[in-house]
C-alpha cells in the first residue's frame, strides 16, 4: 500500500482525472499557488485541501465516478493516511496477511499504536481458531509494544490471553507466571471482574499439576461471593464453584465436595448442560470409588443421557467409568467394548489425556484378565495413535507395558530394544 504526499496526491489525481490546473482554479485559489502545492513549495493548508478536494470530487462525478476525497484528504501527510487506513482495516474481520500488511506499514511509519493493535487482534485471531502456540508469539510482540507505550490498562488482557495460551498447552508452570502477571495489572487498574476470571485461569492451572490446595487458596483469596457472581455472570460463577468443588474433592474433603455437587445440579437446571455432565461425571466416581455401584450407576446414565440430548460426542470419561461399573459388576466384555470405544472416540475428538486414562484403565481390565495379547495389542495401537499425531504423554507407560509382556513371553530381542527406547525418554526429560 502506497501513501503520498499531498503534492503527489494533487498530481496523481489531477492526471487520473484528466485535469489541468486551470480547472482547478477560484475564486482563493490561482494557478501559480496551485502549481506551488504540486510541486511542494507550499504547504496545502485545511481550507485549500477542502477547496482541492471538492473540485475533485465534481469532476469525477462528472466523469461517472466516485472518489469521495474528504476535506482534510490533501493537507494529511502519509503517516497521517497510513493511520486511517490501518485503523479503518483493524475494525474489520481481515485474515492473518492483511494483519502482516498493517504491521509492515505500522513499522515504516513508526505507528506504535497500530502496531500493537494489529499484534493483539491477530493474536486474537489465532486463538480462536486454536492455534496457540503462534497467538503466544503475537500476545508476546502485543505486550512488548504495550510497554514501550507505557499503557497499563491492556496488559492485564494480553497476560492472561498469554497464560491461557500456555493452559491450552499444557505448560502449566509457565501459565502460573502470566497470570500471576495479568493479577497484577488487574489490581493496579483497580478491574474487579478481570481479577476474578484471571484467578479462575490460576486456580485451574494449579489444579492441573496437582496442587489443589494451592488453587482453593486462589479462589478464597481473589473471589469471596461465588453466590452473588452466579446473579452477574451465571457461567463464570457456576465454573467456579464447580472448580472449587473439584478442588475440594482432591484435596481429600470429598463429603464436603458432594454436598457442593448436588448444590450445583439444582444451581445449573438446565442452564449449561456440558457443566452438568461434568457433575454426573464427578459424582459417579465418587460412588464407584466408595463401591456405591448402583448410585454410581445412576449418574453415569444422567451424564449419559445428557449428552445424547444435547447431540455431544459421547464423553470419554462417561463411557470410561461406566465401563469400570460394568467390570465392577462382572460385565467384563462389556466393559472391555465400551472402554475401546473411549479410545476411538479419544482418538477422534482428540482428547489425549483421555486416550490414556482410558489406555490404564484397559491396560488394568487385560492384566486382571491375565489376557497380555489383547493388553498387546491395545499397547500398540494407543502407540500408534500418539506416533500418528506428535504426542508423548502415556508413551512409557505403554513402553513398560509391553516390555512386560515380551519378558513374560521371552522375547528377548524386543525387550531390550524396548528398554533403550524408555532410556531415551527418560534421559531427554
Known sequence: MKFYDPSEKIKTIRKKLHMNQIELEGKNMTRAFISMMESGKRKVSSNSSMLLAKKFNDKAKQLGVQ??????????????????????????????????????????FKLDIIAMKAYKKDADKYFNEGNYEIAFEKYSNALGKLKELKEIDEQSYVYNQMGISKLNRREYEEA????????????????????????????????????????????????????????????????????????????????????????LIDLIEDRNNLLLIEVFNDLADYY??????????????????????????????????????????????????????????????KNFASLFSTYKELAIVFKSLGDLERLKEAS???????????????????????????????????SIKLLKELEEIFENQ
Open 176 to 263: 502460573i507466571f502470566y497470570f500471576n502477571q495479568a493479577i497484577f495489572y488487574a489490581h493496579k487498574e483497580m478491574m474487579e471482574k478481570q481479577i476474578i476470571e484471571v484467578a479462575y485461569n490460576l486456580a485451574k492451572a494449579y489444579s492441573n499439576i496437582k496442587l489443589h490446595n494451592e488453587s482453593l487458596k486462589i479462589i478464597d483469596k481473589y473471589i469471596s461471593d461465588e453466590d452473588g457472581l452466579v446473579n452477574t455472570d451465571f457461567n463464570l460463577g457456576v465454573n467456579i464453584i464447580f472448580l472449587k468443588t473439584r478442588e475440594l474433592y482432591y484435596s481429600g474433603k470429598k463429603k464436603e465436595a458432594v454436598i457442593k455437587y448436588l448444590y
Open 380 to 414: 500398540m495401537f494407543f502407540l500408534k495413535v500418539l506416533e500418528k499425531y506428535n504426542k508423548s504423554e502415556g508413551k512409557e507407560f505403554a513402553l513398560c507395558n509391553l516390555v512386560e509382556i515380551y519378558i513374560s513371553q521371552g522375547n528377548e530381542k524386543e
Open 288 to 349: 464407584y470409588n466408595i463401591a456405591n455401584i448402583q448410585e454410581s450407576l445412576k449418574y453415569i446414565n444422567l451424564a449419559q443421557r445428557l449428552e445424547i440430548r444435547t447431540d455431544k460426542v459421547l464423553s470419554p470419561k462417561t463411557l470410561c467409568t461406566k465401563a469400570k461399573i460394568f467390570f465392577a459388576q462382572g460385565l467384563v466384555d462389556e466393559s472391555i467394548m465400551i472402554l475401546e470405544l473411549a479410545m476411538n472416540i479419544s482418538e477422534q475428538v
Open 67 to 108: 472518489i469521495n476525497l474528504d476535506d482534510e484528504y490533501f493537507s494529511r501527510k502519509p503517516y497521517e493516511d497510513a493511520k486511517i487506513y490501518c485503523e479503518s482495516e483493524l475494525a474489520k474481520e481481515i485474515s492473518h496477511d492483511k494483519y502482516e500488511e498493517l504491521l509492515k506499514i505500522s513499522f515504516d
